[in-house]
């Protein structure tokens, strides 16, 4: 017990630090913050100067064709055969001077056949041609994405709808979610003709910030316990430039993106927007480009698609008033009149946590963290490896009834079960938390309402117990070999050592004597036993570094 708490108190020492130094900086304030609407209604309303009744949402039957456009990536040249559909309302006069809009996609691989299919019906029926088209990917996955490139995919949707006889090329729109709201400055931007944008539940800020803030927040919305945002923050903080990945920091604040007519739509709740300061960068980089046509509307019990209750379940539909003020704000636009109605109405706008604009890659972290993992996994195939062969060895030696496969001296066959155990648990244990949360949290992005938190939050202590269990039995692992060699007489002064020397005088040469010392073997008897055992510790040591890694001894 003397020797073992000495080395216990070292090794938590060690975690520690490891812990305490891969810790991320994370500022979170100001907290609670909210911005009140001037209406809770959210119509919209303009002054009527045109002498004709405005079209609503289902004035004109809508006829639809398809057609085929090869979508091509500027940076390779890649092209991708996309298929559009085009919605037109059955409109009999000026059929050569109709509004449009071409709608851009969010996160995963829509198409043009199943998505936006209700709001670019519900835009035709008031006079709009929409095009809905597959989504730009080329090569790229979700985390490769080509955000210019997409600009400029989209942007050729828009160009096709110019040439069309019946559309206005000089009041093209377009309608862009989530995602596609880093897409969409660039598009306004590098056009320089596009008339209006509607922005669903924009995302505004950089992946990095906008991704980091709905994570740390979603995490404390499921009940997580607060030490699993340190892995929030180490995620977040990875420096994916090293590894050819650049969209972590894209930048998508454009001013230029917002010199014309916007429609911001937010969901009370949408938890994956920082509406707060999302409203507050919006307007002001309208502000710089002297635009202050900028309509808010934030709806009740919306999610971040604009649906009500759960997206996991069919069929679900759009919040109320949404389509019609969606439509209504169109319709305005595309006549260029004079917005009547509240700039920013509906339910207040709130924000629990600030968007952690401070956070950036740490080049060198990012690299250890690769290392431990990379080094942890290839320890623990190399031991689950070697675990099978000395399984497949004993009963080979059962039945062939052998001497011993591995030969552990006293004692070191029973630590190795311990450490390997409760290390492996540990682990388990962790990985469940984590994962029990990221379940939690797309149930919450979807809809449905947060449960009791129950594992998510108890766990991290279980996990913290069962590290400083793990870091006791390595502490008595190490008691255990040098109480070995201590028997073995492997533990010497320099005097004892000195004196198994003997010179001879004639000659002056060194001669070692070995005084009947045979200490035998340390841990095992067998070279197996003797790999076995080293290749073990060292992957369960390799854990437990990882464990620190993600902060796991910080209490």
Request: aromatic share 10%; with cysteine.
């Amino acid at each position: 017990m003397l020797v073992s708490i000495p080395i216990f108190i070292i090794l938590m020492g060690i975690l520690t630090s490891v812990s305490h130094i891969t810790t991320v900086e994370w500022k979170n304030e100001p907290t609670d913050r909210s911005v009140q609407t001037l209406s809770a209604d959210t119509a919209v309303t303009y002054r009527n100067t045109t002498g004709k009744a405005l079209p609503v949402r289902g004035t004109y039957a809508v006829e639809t064709r398809g057609t085929w456009i090869d979508l091509v990536r500027p940076s390779t040249g890649e092209r991708q055969r996309a298929h559009v559909l085009v919605r037109s309302p059955k409109v009999a006069a000026d059929r050569n001077s109709l509004p449009a809009v071409v709608f851009m996609h969010g996160a995963g691989y829509g198409t043009a056949d199943n998505s936006f299919g209700d709001v670019a019906e519900d835009l035709s029926s008031a006079g709009f041609v929409t095009a809905t088209v597959d989504k730009p990917v080329w090569s790229t996955n979700d985390i490769t994405r080509d955000y210019p490139a997409s600009a400029h995919a989209y942007d050729q949707v828009v160009d096709y709808l110019r040439t069309l006889d019946t559309v206005d090329p000089d009041n093209v729109g377009i309608y862009a979610t989530s995602e596609s709201t880093w897409i969409s400055p660039y598009l306004v931007r590098d056009d320089g003709h596009i008339a209006f944008q509607i922005l669903l539940s924009p995302m505004v800020y950089s992946p990095r910030h906008a991704l980091g803030f709905f994570v740390a927040q979603d995490f404390a919305i499921v009940g997580a316990n607060p030490g699993y945002q340190s892995i929030v923050r180490r995620v977040f903080s990875a420096d994916m430039a090293r590894f050819g990945l650049d969209n972590l920091d894209f930048n998508p604040l454009v001013p230029q993106g917002y010199a014309i007519p916007t429609l911001v739509a937010y969901g009370s709740k949408d938890v994956m927007t920082a509406q707060v300061d999302g409203v507050s960068e919006i307007e002001g980089m309208a502000r710089e480009n002297d635009n202050w046509d900028v309509t808010i509307r934030n709806y009740p019990v919306a999610n971040h698609v604009m649906r009500l209750g759960d997206e996991a379940e069919e069929g679900t539909p759009l919040v109320d008033r949404y389509e019609d003020d969606m439509v209504d704000w169109a319709v305005g636009q595309a006549r260029g009149l004079e917005e009547t109605s509240a700039p920013i109405a509906g339910t207040t706008i709130y924000q629990s946590i600030a968007v952690p604009t401070n956070l950036r890659a740490h080049p060198w972290l990012t690299v250890y963290g690769v290392i431990i993992h990379t080094t942890a996994a290839a320890m623990l195939v190399v031991a689950a490896v070697l675990n099978i062969v000395a399984l497949v060895r004993k009963i080979h030696h059962l039945i062939r009834r052998k001497g011993p496969l591995l030969g552990y001296v006293r004692g070191y066959q029973r630590v190795l079960i311990a450490i390997s155990v409760t290390t492996m648990a540990s682990l388990l244990l962790f990985m469940a938390g984590v994962g029990q949360i990221v379940w939690r949290m797309v149930e919450l992005i979807w809809g449905a309402a947060p449960e009791a938190p129950g594992m998510i939050y108890w766990s991290w202590y279980a996990i913290q117990g069962a590290c400083a269990i793990v870091v006791w039995a390595w502490s008595r692992v190490f008691c255990e070999i040098l109480h070995t060699m201590s028997i073995k007489g492997l533990l010497r002064t320099p005097e004892e050592w000195r004196a198994d020397f003997k010179v001879k005088r004639l000659t002056g040469r060194p001669v070692l004597r070995i005084r009947d010392w045979h200490p035998g073997p340390v841990i095992a008897s067998t070279r197996f036993g003797v790999v076995m055992f080293v290749v073990t510790t060292l992957a369960m040591f390799c854990i437990l570094l990882v464990l620190a890694f993600w902060g796991l001894f910080i209490y």
